[in-house]
């Protein structure tokens, strides 16, 4: 994102969508019923309505809400090839795997409290077939993947969040490019 002075118009903004409210009433009738075909299909259903919603939502704020690509008429297509100005990541993908920022994100937005949708334990959505992310505008805005992090990045990254490094190396365990500590004992442990 642009700093404020620099002049440059950009934008940063972050949602949540579900279509999963009353999926698992659906279940249920289909349980009851031995229907594994239609508990498959309802669930796969729901899934893609939230991910269009999503779609729906990032181009309103593209072309309506934000403005930065009012005349944008892109073809089905092209939507589905991410032709379009501005992306948006969601936390636990390639280009943002820390999970902990939706703790942020449901807290700026007070998503649990205006939507319902809910974080487990482990940050899945609930319900789970919720999407959520961030909006960056922009014609320069590109998707990417964050490779493997070494621990001095780690032990940078958790001191700029204030959080303890051992936290950090648990969500972040599949991102990184050495063994925590806490790995190594549990092996050693292991072997004797």
Not at 157 to 175: F, T
């Amino acid at each position: 994102i642009a700093p404020a002075d620099s002049g440059v118009k950009d934008y940063l903004g972050m949602f949540v969508c579900s279509s999963g409210f009353g999926l698992e009433d659906v279940i249920e009738e289909c349980r009851g019923n031995h229907d594994d075909y239609g508990i498959i299909m309802a669930e796969a259903l729901a899934d893609r309505l939230a991910e269009a919603i999503a779609e729906v939502l990032h181009q309103r704020v593209r072309k309506e809400d934000w403005g930065y690509a009012s005349g944008e008429s892109l073809s089905l297509n092209d939507l589905l090839k991410v032709k379009y100005d501005g992306i948006r990541p969601a936390p636990g993908y390639p280009s943002q795997p820390d999970h902990t920022e939706k703790l942020a994100m449901w807290d700026i937005m007070e998503v649990e409290a205006k939507t319902n949708v809910q974080l487990t334990e482990s940050l899945a959505m609930l319900p789970a077939a919720s999407v959520s992310g961030l909006y960056f505008g922009g014609k320069n805005s590109q998707y990417f993947s964050v490779g493997k992090i070494c621990k001095d990045q780690l032990q940078d990254y958790a001191q700029r969040k204030k959080m303890d490094l051992k936290e950090c190396e648990k969500w972040l365990s599949h991102s990184l490019n050495y063994e925590p500590e806490a790995q190594q004992a549990s092996k050693r442990e292991a072997v004797v």
